[in-house]
């Protein structure tokens, strides 16, 4: 593959719009799975998405421009799914699964569109919003995030003469593959890419897989990114995300409902999909009442992904649950990817080594992490904690309670509803950078 000289590329585009994202496979998988399952099971559900930004303390809305974030959004409102993208969509082999998507779904990407969105500036934060049908709207999540995210790192670089930008990404580069050099300490590990949604840019996070291909070998599984695992040949990874029990459970009509509603998903996931994509993510409404509610077949699932718990008491908690439950942890597989960097995937390496399957999804830190690289100082260029989630379902308002209330999501009396039903154990403040 030609290799990319990144800073002479962010010093020449000097056009009216360099698109930020240009292809709908410019997504990560699991978002193709779970739109899979909602359309089988779910066409009618109406789902509304919104921004929110963790680090208040970045106002977007005073750094990027306004025309500039309705000429990307707008651009990728034009893009469709070429014929090559959908049949290698549907003629390749995911997680040793011929034929994983339907001919009835490809045919439905083909007339593909992301829809309309709302943005407006209010407090220096942007207010984006995607309404309508779920099937739609939940395809904005990935390409708006990487839009803003990229777009915050153009202003931070913008006016930088050429050698700067060079020392930018010398530094960037010098850094990761510092990492790199440390992850090969670790003889059994096992790694993929889950950088999409807040990369610096697409021609960084393909760079950064390159290396890890280089760096690692056959340590390093494969990307979420479902164009880069196309042009690469690598394998696409992901299984499933928090707003399949946040629709669920927003549509809930009582309190014995909504108290299983996690574990209806999990059945519906079941019976399209299985084998290692039978991996649970606990903690949208706390995983100790994940734990303590779960029916005896959640025990026989490949795998559980802990996600907003500090990893080593997270992953301590379920290995007690599969024992309890007479299962071998050491069949078992963990999925560790909440803000992950190379110290804690060292940690969490070292502490559950021989005890239990692992593998890990680097994420913000593998992919955007240029702290310290801009040679005139700035935090410009670090990261910020942005995300967009479900708020409403059917108008009913969705909530994520997580294992951290500082993730927490929704109405403040619809969480207390919430809480009230699934209980609070276990959930503990802790910091949230990225």
């Not at 010098?174 to 890419?193: I, M, T």
């Not at 301590?316 to 597989?333: C, G, V």
Request: charged share 30%; proline share 4%.
């Amino acid at each position: 593959m030609m290799k990319t000289d990144i800073a002479t590329r962010v010093y020449d585009h000097g056009w009216r719009l360099d698109p930020i994202v240009r292809s709908l496979l410019d997504t990560d998988f699991y978002k193709l799975l779970m739109l899979q399952m909602i359309l089988q099971r779910h066409r009618d559900v109406h789902a509304t998405f919104a921004l929110f930004n963790r680090s208040r303390q970045v106002r977007l809305a005073n750094i990027i421009d306004e025309r500039e974030l309705r000429d990307q959004l707008d651009h990728a409102r034009t893009l469709r799914f070429s014929k090559k993208e959908l049949i290698w969509l549907a003629g390749n082999s995911f997680y040793g699964r011929e034929r994983m998507f339907t001919p009835e779904f490809i045919a439905w990407l083909a007339d593909f569109r992301l829809p309309e969105y709302e943005l407006q500036a209010r407090d220096g934060q942007y207010e984006l919003r995607f309404a309508g049908s779920w099937a739609e709207t939940t395809m904005w999540e990935i390409p708006a995030l990487a839009i803003i995210n990229e777009l915050k790192g153009r202003m931070a670089l913008r006016g930088k003469g050429r050698f700067a930008l060079d020392i930018v990404y010398a530094r960037a580069k010098a850094k990761l593959w510092e990492k790199v050099d440390r992850l090969r300490g670790l003889p059994d590990l096992v790694l993929s890419d889950f950088g999409t949604r807040r990369r610096h840019s697409f021609l960084w996070q393909r760079w950064c897989v390159e290396a890890l291909k280089e760096g690692l070998g056959d340590r390093f599984i494969g990307t979420s990114n479902v164009l880069l695992a196309m042009d690469s040949d690598l394998e696409a990874i992901g299984t499933n995300a928090h707003e399949l029990p946040m629709v669920e459970a927003a549509l809930a009509d009582s309190d014995a409902s909504l108290r299983e509603a996690p574990f209806r998903v999990l059945d519906e996931w079941r019976q399209l999909y299985g084998g290692n994509l039978l991996v649970a993510l606990p903690d949208a409404f706390g995983t100790a009442a994940f734990l303590r509610d779960a029916p005896d077949w959640v025990a026989d699932w490949t795998g559980f992904r802990p996600d907003s718990a500090p990893p080593i008491a997270a992953g301590e908690q379920i290995i007690a649950w599969w024992k309890a439950h007479d299962r071998d942890p050491r069949e078992k597989l963990l999925i560790f990817s909440d803000g992950m960097d190379v110290g804690s995937i060292e940690d969490v390496y070292r502490h559950f080594h021989g005890k239990v399957r692992m593998s890990f999804g680097w994420g913000t830190n593998l992919t955007n992490d240029f702290r310290g690289c801009d040679p005139d100082g700035g935090g410009g260029l670090d990261p910020i904690s942005l995300v967009a989630k479900v708020v409403e379902a059917n108008g009913r308002p969705a909530v994520k309670l997580s294992d951290n209330p500082a993730k927490a999501s929704g109405d403040p009396a619809e969480i207390a509803r919430y809480l009230r039903v699934f209980g609070g154990e276990g959930r503990v403040d802790q910091a949230v950078t990225v």
